[in-house]
């Protein structure tokens, strides 16, 4: 009877977990360049039950233990993994907003797709990290920032400076400002996106460092004034989160159903 119990409450869990995921993709439908997270329900382990009274073995077995067959013990919910579909390119007239958009990119040898590319930022700590988030301005210093003043890297790895926002991009990543060729915006393949960890203003941790390297290819282009946009499918994170709901219910009209049952065996069959 408890094994009931603990199935029905890992399914609400689960099911509760994925709401959650879901409702954080619908809140960021409209942060630029924001991936939408993507999870599976598995299965625990399941328990092979065997019977403890009779006389009856099974070769390799002890007299008395007979099978009876396997339990499923209850489900969990992946590791979410974010979806590095691109976006749509949205068109917002402003010059400091930039979008990449991707061509035919190399294949990974591993994975057999093609990566995917990224802004290359260094943060306030000096570390590097990985950004899909065009929406940029310039700061004090004058270096192309993003809007949460993390600093954008060149091919080379060295900040961008511009004397104003009135700057031109051409299609390679190029920079000219009042004439001046004021370097190429770094644009990093990542050959196997799953390397890549979200950690919060649409950065990207690498975990693998050797799966980047700056693209010097013909694989995309720059578009000046645009931005890419959540590559989130509202109408169907609606539809899921409605299903997760329907399931969470289904898990909670079990549970109450095995503690009516269990209510009744300490109240009345104790009695007897």
Known sequence: ????????????????????????????????????????????????????????????????????????????????????????????????????????LPVDRQTGKPGSLFYTVETKDGETRYTKN??????????????????????????????????????DGTILDQGRNAGRIGVSLISNPMDLVKEGDGLFRLTQPGSAAVYTGTGFQIKQGFIERSNVDAEQAMTDMMSAYRSFEANQKVLQAYDRSMEKAANEVGRI
Not at 143 to 155: C, M, S
Request: charged share 15%; no cysteine.
């Open 1 to 104: 009877m408890l094994r009931g119990f603990y199935t029905a409450a890992a399914g609400m869990i689960a099911q509760q977990r994925r709401q959650e995921m879901l409702s954080n993709n619908i809140a960021n439908i409209n942060t630029p360049g924001y991936k939408a997270d993507q999870t599976s329900l598995r299965a625990f382990p399941t328990m092979l039950q065997q019977q403890m009274g009779g006389t009856e073995g099974v070769a390799g077995q002890k007299a008395g233990q007979r099978p009876i067959g396997n339990l499923a013990t209850g489900v969990y919910v992946q590791d979410a993994v974010p979806n590095f579909v691109q976006g749509d390119l949205q068109e917002t007239g402003i010059g400091t907003d930039l979008a990449i958009l991707q061509g035919s």
């Open 134 to 171: 065009g929406h940029f301005t310039v700061d004090t210093a004058n270096h192309l920032v993003t809007a949460e003043g993390n600093i954008i890297l060149d091919e080379k790895g060295n900040p961008i400076t511009v004397s104003s926002e009135n700057f031109t991009v051409s299609p």
